[in-house]
Each structure stands twice: as structure tokens, then as C-alpha cells.
């Protein structure tokens, strides 16, 4: 096959830090032909280091026009993901998509049309499925070592965190929301993925606003160019999700919030075994002879993610792999964020 043509959209700190760096390894099967953002100067950087032919434009429907393009790499503010993706299926381009999938139901709906109607990729960024340990533990699940997964936790939850306040992050008409939709949609999606992607049939939740106030350091912060502070979202959100199989999971998700540090954590409980994964480490706890008895599997090193899931949909388009990730799971995912939200506002379990 000819090289993949690609265009990145978006091309602020999200696709300089993890995207970029895995197609300068893939310019052997894929070649970035045109770049994208409404500040020009982050394009021509990524441009002059990287990509020296390709082009720069600073609107995205410029890209969109062009029928020599193969693929469009999406890494916007969360509102324009869906905007965007839409326009590129529906003109013949398979699309990748930093997450979250889109802000609102109805948007995720429209892409998921939109991908049924071309008939080309539409894969979101679900990186955390990538890591070395996550895809032992899959195996270890598929193999039948940890029996019927039927409850856990997972989160995401930061001591001081909050990223580029004042910006878009914390501006609900273009981020869709705080903590939740920011990281919830990494550690909800691999343990969904993990139990087996059962169907999300209802939720709770609640959500916080404690610190838009605070002027303590955030190791997330990023320069903003605002003259007017906007804070209008949740800095915690807490859950519970129930599936259709019975299963269910405990959410936590925080920018800011009085803990001893920041972690990444999933706890799954199966009938024959249940395990911890942690910032990337995995535990695994069973027994032996009606004894229980822990399991650490020993890895050089914790590796894969963003890469890792740019290399995949190059093969899925490429090579007709199958695909680990389906629309449908980002209007489930889109779903459950967008109930919590509403459970929070109501005080109610939602049904979805």
C-alpha cells in the first residue's frame, strides 16, 4: 500500500507531545501532508521540525476540501472533535480522534452516522488499552484466570491539577465539562474494556466545584491567553455505573482535591481473581488451594499508549485488522458522562 496520507488537526501540546513523535516513526507507511490550528506560528513549528513538506493551513475546512488526503488526526478542544470528524467522514476520510468522542449525546450520535454512511475508520483515542500491563491483564481475563468480573473502581484523581485554567479545559461550552470528561473517559473506558464492554444501563452521580478560587500551583497549568477567568465546571466528580450483565463500577475523578498524591488507579473483582492497576503497575490477587495468594507480574519496564494506538489504526486501515475500538462504545461512554452529569444536576438515578 501507498503511504497513508495524514493530516493532523489541532496541533497544540496533546499532538506535539504524543502524536507527532509516533508519525515521525511511522514515516516509513505514513506521511503527514498538511497541518492545522488557528495559531499558525504551532503549526509551522511542528512543520519546520518535522514535516518540511507539509502544508499549513488555519482552517480546518481547507483539509477537508482536499481529496489527496487519506486520513485527518483530530486533536481540538473537545467541542470541534465531533464538528470535525463528521465533515472529514462525510468527505471521504477516515478519522482518528483525541478524546473524549464529543461533548453531548447528540453530537456522538452524528459521528457514529457519519462513520456508518462512509464506511471509513473512526477510531478515538482510548490510549490506556495500549499499555503493556493493561493487555496482560486482558489475556489474563480472556483466559478465564479471573472468573466473572463483577464489580470494582477505577479513577483518576489529582491533588492539584487543574489544566489550563481560565482556557477552554474550564470553559463547560467547549470542554464539555471538568475532571469527568477529561480523564474519566481513560480509566472508565479500560475498565469497561477490561470487563468485557458490558452495556451501561444506569448511573448516579454527583459533582463538586471547590477550587476555582484557588491560586495554588497546578503541575497540569497551561498559559492561557485570556483577560477574564473561566471556571464554570466540576474540579471532582464521583459515580456509579450499573451493566446490563449485572456488573458494576464505582467512578472518581479530580483536578484538585485533598489526597496524599496524584494516581491512575482500576480495582476489579472477579470470582477467581480480582486485581489493582495502578499508574500502570498490576497486582493480581487469588488464591492457591483455598488460600489466598498475590500475583505481581514482573515487567522491564510499563510501555504503550498513545503510539501504540496511532500504529493500530494505521494497520486497521492498512492491513484490515480488526479494530479494538467501535463507535459504539464511544456513544456508551458519551452516554454515562453525559448521565452523570444530569444524575448530578437532578439528584436521581438516570437510566440510559
Known amino acids: 500500500m501507498k503511504k497513508l496520507r495524514v493530516a493532523l488537526i489541532g496541533n497544540g501540546g496533546i499532538c506535539r507531545g504524543c502524536h507527532v513523535p509516533q508519525y515521525v516513526k511511522m514515516a516509513d507507511t505514513v506521511e503527514v501532508v498538511a497541518l492545522c490550528d488557528i495559531i499558525i506560528e504551532r503549526s509551522e513549528k511542528i512543520r519546520d521540525e518535522h514535516f518540511p513538506n507539509a502544508d499549513v493551513y488555519e482552517n480546518y475546512l481547507d483539509i477537508i476540501a482536499r481529496d489527496d488526503i487519506d486520513a485527518v488526526d483530530i486533536c481540538t478542544p473537545n467541542y470541534l472533535h465531533s464538528i470535525i470528524a463528521v465533515a472529514a467522514l462525510n468527505s471521504g476520510k477516515h478519522v482518528f480522534c483525541e478524546k473524549p468522542d464529543a461533548v453531548s449525546v447528540e453530537e456522538v450520535l452524528k459521528m457514529q452516522r457519519a462513520q456508518e454512511e462512509s464506511g471509513k475508520v473512526l477510531m478515538v483515542m482510548r490510549n490506556n488499552r495500549y499499555v503493556n500491563t493493561s493487555r496482560y491483564m486482558k489475556k489474563y481475563i480472556a483466559d478465564g484466570k479471573a472468573g466473572e468480573l463483577y464489580t470494582g473502581r477505577c479513577g483518576w484523581i489529582r491533588r492539584r491539577g487543574i489544566p489550563g485554567k481560565g482556557g477552554w479545559f474550564t470553559t463547560k461550552a467547549q470542554s464539555g465539562g471538568g475532571p469527568l470528561i477529561d480523564l474519566g473517559v481513560h480509566m472508565i473506558d479500560l475498565a469497561i474494556w477490561l470487563m468485557g464492554n458490558p452495556r451501561p444501563v444506569a ?54 482535591s485533598n489526597i496524599a498524591r496524584e494516581k491512575r488507579f482500576i480495582e476489579l473483582r472477579g470470582t477467581k481473581a480480582g486485581f489493582t492497576w495502578e499508574n500502570g503497575e498490576l497486582e493480581i490477587y487469588g488464591e492457591e488451594g483455598g488460600v489466598p495468594a498475590d500475583i505481581i507480574p514482573k515487567f522491564d519496564k510499563i510501555y504503550g499508549g498513545h503510539g501504540d494506538n496511532l500504529a493500530h489504526f494505521y494497520d ?4 484490515g485488522t480488526e479494530a479494538d475500538f467501535v463507535p459504539q462504545q464511544g456513544v456508551d461512554m458519551i452516554k454515562i458522562l453525559t448521565a452523570i452529569y444530569k444524575s448530578a444536576e437532578t439528584g436521581k438515578e438516570i437510566q440510559l
Open 316 to 319: 486497521v486501515i492498512a492491513n
Open 203 to 256: 448511573v448516579t452521580g454527583c459533582t463538586y466545584m471547590k477550587f476555582a478560587d484557588n491560586d495554588g500551583e497546578s503541575n497540569h497549568a497551561r498559559a492561557v491567553d485570556t483577560s477574564e477567568l473561566t471556571y464554570d465546571v466540576e474540579d471532582l466528580a464521583t459515580g456509579f455505573i450499573k451493566f446490563d450483565n449485572g456488573a458494576s463500577l464505582q467512578i472518581e475523578f479530580s483536578w484538585a
